[in-house]
C-alpha cells in the first residue's frame, strides 16, 4: 500500500491553501496589517511594498515547510515503529477526517478547530515577543525574519495540514505538501498586505466561505475514499 503524496495531493494542498483565504484574512489580515503599518512612510511607497510583503510571506512559507518536514519525520517514525501498513492508514484516516473539520471549520458552521488552535498559544506566548526586534521593518531580510516567527502563530488551518504531513511518507514529502498550501495561501495574504481590510470583507462573505468548506469537505471525502480503495 502507497500513501505517500502525490502531484495530485500537492495540487490539493494548494488549493486547500487558496480556499483557506476565507480563514487566512480573518485571522492574520490584522497581523499582515501591523506589519504594514510598521513600515516607515517611506518604505510604504509600491516600490519597496511587495518586496517587503513578499519577505513576510516568503518567512511564512519557510517555516511551514520545516514544520512539514518535521511532521513527516515523525509520521513516517512512527509508522516504522509498529506495522507501516495500518500506522499509514491511521494516518491517512486521520488526515482525511481533519480535512472534512477543516472544510465545517472554513465555512463557519462548526469551530471545534478553535480548540486545537489553542494547543499552540503556549508556544506562540513565547515566541511571539520576539517580532518586536524586527518592528518597525526596514528592509527585506527584517521581513523574511518576521515572517519566519508569523509561521508559527497558532491557525488550525495549519495544524489541520500538518496531519496530512504526517502521513505524507517522510520529512522531504511533508515539507513539500507544506510548502504547496503555503503557496496557495500566498496570493490572498500577499493582496491583504497591499490593499488592506476591502479583501478581508469581500472573502469573509458567509456564501465565499460555505463555498470554500463545500470544496474542502468534498476533498477529504475523495481522500478518505482513496485511502480505504488502497487498502
Request: proline residues 4%; positive net charge; glycine residues 16%.
Amino acid at each position: 500500500m502507497n500513501l505517500s503524496i502525490t502531484g495530485p495531493s500537492l495540487s490539493a494542498a494548494f488549493l486547500v491553501g487558496l480556499l483557506g483565504g476565507v480563514h487566512c484574512v480573518g485571522m492574520c489580515g490584522g497581523l499582515v496589517g501591523a506589519f504594514s503599518l510598521s513600515q516607515s512612510p517611506v518604505r510604504r511607497r509600491p516600490s519597496t511594498a511587495w518586496s517587503l510583503v513578499l519577505g513576510y510571506n516568503l518567512g511564512r512559507i519557510g517555516s511551514y515547510s520545516f514544520a512539514g518536514a518535521l511532521a513527516g519525520g515523525v509520521g513516517s517514525f512512527a509508522a516504522n515503529l509498529v506495522n507501516v501498513r495500518y500506522a499509514q492508514l491511521a494516518l491517512a484516516v486521520l488526515a482525511a477526517l481533519f480535512m472534512l473539520v477543516l472544510g465545517l471549520y472554513l465555512a463557519g458552521w462548526w469551530r471545534g478547530l478553535a480548540v486545537v488552535e489553542r494547543l499552540g498559544e503556549g508556544f506562540w506566548k513565547r515566541l511571539a515577543p520576539l517580532g518586536r526586534r524586527f518592528i518597525p521593518v526596514h528592509s527585506f531580510p527584517q521581513a523574511i525574519a518576521l515572517g519566519t516567527l508569523w509561521g508559527w502563530m497558532p491557525c488550525g488551518l495549519v495544524y489541520s495540514v500538518l496531519i496530512w504531513a504526517m502521513a505524507a511518507g517522510g520529512a522531504d514529502r511533508g515539507a513539500a505538501l507544506m510548502m504547496a498550501f503555503g503557496l496557495g495561501t500566498l496570493p490572498n495574504l500577499a493582496l491583504m498586505g497591499l490593499v488592506g481590510g476591502g479583501l478581508a470583507a469581500s472573502l469573509q462573505h458567509p456564501c465565499l466561505r460555505a463555498a470554500a468548506g463545500v470544496v474542502v469537505i468534498g476533498l477529504g471525502v475523495l481522500n478518505l475514499t482513496h485511502v480505504f480503495w488502497i487498502f
